[in-house]
C-alpha cells in the first residue's frame, strides 16, 4: 500500500507565491517519475509540472518560468514552487507517483487527495 499526501495550499494573492509538497510513503521499492497535476471547476485534470529521478523535468506553457518543481529522493518528497501565481491558477493540485511496489511485475501510479490553491485578491 503506497500512501501520497500533499500540503502547502491556500489563498494568495495575485502575484503571490506557494510551496506545495508531497510525500509518498508506504512499502514500495523505488518512486520513478513525480508530477503534479491541477484540475480546475468544470475543466479536465491537467499536467502542471513532472519529474524523474534523475531531476530532469517538464511543465506546460501555461506555468514555465513561474512553476519549479523539485524533488528529494531521500525523503520520498517532490514540491512545487509556484511564483507570480494568477487567478487562473486556482485548482485542487494533485500529486502523482509512478512507484515500483515489491511484488508487482510493473509500476503503478497513485494519487493525493489533492489541495486547494486559491488565487484572488
Known amino acids: 500500500q503506497v500512501q501520497v499526501v500533499e500540503s502547502g495550499g491556500g489563498l494568495v494573492q495575485p502575484g503571490g507565491s506557494l510551496r506545495l509538497s508531497c510525500v509518498a510513503s508506504?512499502?514500495?521499492?523505488?518512486?520513478?517519475?513525480m508530477a503534479w497535476y491541477r484540475q480546475a471547476p468544470g475543466k479536465q485534470r491537467e499536467l502542471v509540472a513532472g519529474?524523474?529521478?534523475?531531476?530532469?523535468?517538464d511543465y506546460p506553457d501555461s506555468v514555465k518560468g513561474r512553476f519549479t518543481i523539485s524533488r528529494d529522493n531521500a525523503k520520498n518528497t517532490v514540491y512545487l514552487e509556484m511564483n507570480s501565481l494568477k487567478p487562473e491558477d486556482t485548482a485542487v493540485y494533485y500529486c502523482?507517483?509512478?512507484?515500483?511496489?515489491?511484488?508487482?511485475?510493473?509500476?503503478?501510479?497513485?494519487w493525493g487527495q489533492g489541495t486547494q490553491v486559491t488565487v484572488s485578491s
Open positions: 519529474i524523474r529521478r534523475g531531476g530532469a523535468s
Open positions: 508506504g512499502r514500495f521499492n523505488i518512486i520513478y517519475r
Open positions: 502523482n507517483v509512478n512507484v515500483q511496489t515489491w511484488g508487482m511485475s510493473s509500476p503503478s501510479d497513485y
